[in-house]
């Protein structure tokens, strides 16, 4: 049986019940390759349902719904079904199961969790401000998870009170600081005013790079690694004068 979900934490853990006795369960909130014979279940969030799995799980482990939180924000396409088949493990073991990487329930997780936290630590400095006539900042990018939001605080501390916006474009939505207060919103596409001194903020990303690379000893494969060319569309640095 496949169980669909909206992609929610009250879902989720709605779908989680439903499934949990279900040795044949899938659950998922994108659209997957079906098997002949197999079922799908529309689950809805049902937040008293929900609140009774996360009580019990957080008895169990009291850091148990933190990893969920990050499961959730992956751009995993089976994150669900990974999240279900941790917390099921740790609902059998009746105890904190994430230092048993010798299971693969467990390994998943923890390596699918790695890659959200390390993206969020990698866009703290690959993320690049433009700044716009007004002189609030806007950011694109289009990170492999679902994070925007999640790097307002590190934005925050790092600009006070500039009023700025993260642009996720490839999941159309972004965080809004607005100087005091924060908000997520659905955003299709910005069309900003830049400041007129923004072509000169950008000039001067492209001399400092081009100031600390030394063409002959330029390292690209290594270069690659430590700043992922699927990054380098949003930042001035590699854009052409």
């Known amino acids: 049986?496949?169980?669909?979900?909206?992609?929610?934490?009250?879902?989720?853990?709605?779908?989680?019940?439903?499934?949990?006795?279900?040795?044949?369960?899938?659950?998922?909130?994108?659209?997957?390759?079906?098997?002949?014979?197999?079922?799908?279940?529309?689950?809805?969030?049902?937040?008293?349902?929900?609140?009774?799995?996360?009580?019990?799980?957080?008895?169990?482990?009291?850091?148990?719904?933190?990893?969920?939180?990050?499961?959730?924000?992956?751009?995993?396409?089976?994150?669900?079904?990974?999240?279900?088949?941790?917390?099921?493990?740790?609902?059998?073991?009746?105890?904190?199961?994430?230092?048993?990487?010798?299971?693969?329930?467990?390994?998943?997780?923890?390596?699918?969790?790695?890659?959200?936290?390390?993206?969020?630590?990698?866009?703290?400095?690959f993320v690049r401000f433009l700044e716009s006539e007004s002189g609030a900042l806007y950011a694109p990018l289009s990170p492999d998870h679902d994070v925007v939001d999640l790097l307002v605080p590190h934005f925050r501390a790092r600009l006070p009170g500039y009023p700025f916006v993260l642009h996720d474009v490839s999941r159309k939505k972004a965080a809004v600081y607005d100087g005091k207060h924060v908000f997520v919103a659905p955003l299709d596409r910005a069309e900003i005013v830049l400041s007129a001194d923004e072509a000169e903020w950008q000039s001067l990303w492209r001399r400092y790079y081009q100031s600390v690379n030394i063409p002959s000893r330029e390292r690209l494969k290594q270069m690659k690694g430590y700043m992922p060319v699927r990054y380098w569309k949003f930042m001035p640095e590699f854009k052409r004068s």
């Open 1 to 125: 049986m496949i169980y669909f979900t909206d992609g929610s934490k009250e879902a989720f853990l709605t779908a989680f019940l439903m499934a949990f006795n279900d040795e044949e369960a899938y659950i998922g909130s994108s659209r997957t390759q079906l098997l002949l014979g197999q079922r799908t279940v529309p689950v809805a969030a049902d937040r008293e349902r929900a609140a009774r799995v996360e009580k019990r799980l957080t008895e169990l482990d009291k850091n148990c719904m933190h990893d969920l939180f990050y499961l959730l924000r992956s751009g995993e396409a089976q994150r669900e079904q990974i999240a279900f088949r941790y917390l099921k493990f740790l609902a059998k073991q009746g105890r904190p199961v994430r230092e048993m990487l010798a299971e693969a329930a467990v390994t998943d997780a923890m390596e699918c969790i790695r890659r959200v936290t390390f993206e969020i630590h990698r866009l703290h400095g």
